[in-house]
């Protein structure tokens, strides 16, 4: 008998779009959107909060019932929305939360945008903003949507106990390294071998897995991540600028898991952006002053994480190669429900 309830389905969110004035002001309201949001991402984040909390060897997560809810825009008050809160209960422990900022809805809003644009309301050089709101759904609705949501993907974690002062003394940081984020290191061993990939396919860009252990300090309590191998993709259907994984990948990915023997699990993916190859024909006079670098995600590599790599811990590395910036590891992960740049840390082999 559930005794808990889901309640996903209580708030219906709408956009409003609006046309900015080239001097930035807001000009007229262009449209409303009704968001078909998938609050998965806040959900897992909020999930993750109740792993940081109290890590211990072995857990099971992803079961706990959630709530979504909005919190009202400071200045404009209701149905104006400043952040969505999700709030996670499971039954044997106080409840988790996450505030995630408006900014969730961006891809939502882009894509509004850009049917406006093909529909010639909106001229693609014109800029807008948007406004999130939210209104309570009737109850009839709410009705006919399942009360209780049976979660499938409840996972077991093994988490390994493991001092994470001895990691920080032989490694060294990379990126914008946050005190509140979620440690990950990368041994320099996998770096390097990405980086011969990188170099060895020339203009496609390669990819691969990242494995390793969830890991946590007994003395301080705190959650980490080590990434002990990398597989490389060897079935991928590469084009120029896209790397999608196949059906093989996954297979050789979980063959190798087993064959290490080593309780290691999927922590991410990591993917090449040879953006000096898509350099190569400018002139070279153009090169020296290009600002052309590959230290970004794309919005198929932002849509790779979001289906493949759904766990709040999943990261993702990108090995650039660019003549802006030469040879760089910008690494992207969740933070609140958005898939956002990190930093990491690089252990001495
Ligand atoms: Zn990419």
């Known amino acids: 008998m559930p005794t808990l309830t889901d309640r996903r389905h209580d708030w219906k969110f709408v956009l409003e779009l609006y046309r900015l004035d080239p001097d930035g002001e807001d000009g007229e309201q262009i449209a409303n959107a009704k968001v078909k949001s998938d609050f998965d991402p806040i959900v897992e984040a909020a999930r993750f909060e109740l792993l940081k909390r109290d890590p211990r060897p072995f857990m099971q997560i992803g079961a706990e019932p959630a709530c979504v809810e909005p919190v009202w825009h400071e200045l404009l008050g209701e149905p104006y929305v ?17 505030l995630a900022p408006t900014a969730f809805f961006r891809v939502h809003a882009e894509a509004a945008a850009a049917k406006l644009i093909s529909e010639g309301v909106l001229d693609p050089e014109e800029k807008f903003r948007y406004l999130v709101t939210a209104y309570a759904r009737d109850t009839d609705v709410i009705a006919k949507q399942p009360a209780f949501t049976i979660e ?21 940081p990379m990126g914008p390294v946050r005190d509140d984020e979620v440690p990950v290191f ?7 071998e990405c980086c011969e990939r990188l170099h060895a396919t020339g203009a496609a860009e390669t990819g691969g897995i990242l494995l390793g252990q969830l890991a946590f300090d007994p003395e301080s309590h705190r959650l980490f991540l080590e990434v002990t191998a990398q597989i490389p993709a060897q079935h991928t259907q590469q084009e120029l600028t896209s790397l999608t994984f196949t059906p093989e990948t996954w297979s050789a990915v979980d063959a190798a898991i087993r064959l290490r023997g080593s309780d290691e699990m999927q922590l991410g993916w990591w993917h090449t952006h040879p953006a000096r190859e898509w350099c190569k024909n400018c002139p070279e ?10 230290e970004f995600f794309s919005s198929d590599d932002a849509a790779l994480h979001r289906t493949v790599f759904p766990r709040a811990y999943s990261v993702g590395l990108v090995i ?30």
Request: proline share 7%.
């Open 285 to 294: 006079e153009n090169r020296r002053v290009c600002k052309r670098s590959g």
């Open 186 to 192: 990368v041994p320099q061993f996998i770096l390097d």
């Open 152 to 172: 499938p993907v409840a996972q077991d974690l093994h988490l390994e106990p493991k001092s994470l002062t001895d990691l920080f003394h032989r490694s060294r």
């Open 82 to 98: 400043e952040s969505i809160r999700v709030v996670v209960s499971p039954h044997d422990a106080s409840p988790a939360e996450c």
């Open 320 to 349: 650039s190669d660019s003549y802006a910036s030469g040879l760089t590891f910008p690494m992207f992960g969740w933070n609140r429900g958005l898939v956002e740049q990190r930093g990491f840390h690089v252990l001495r082999d």
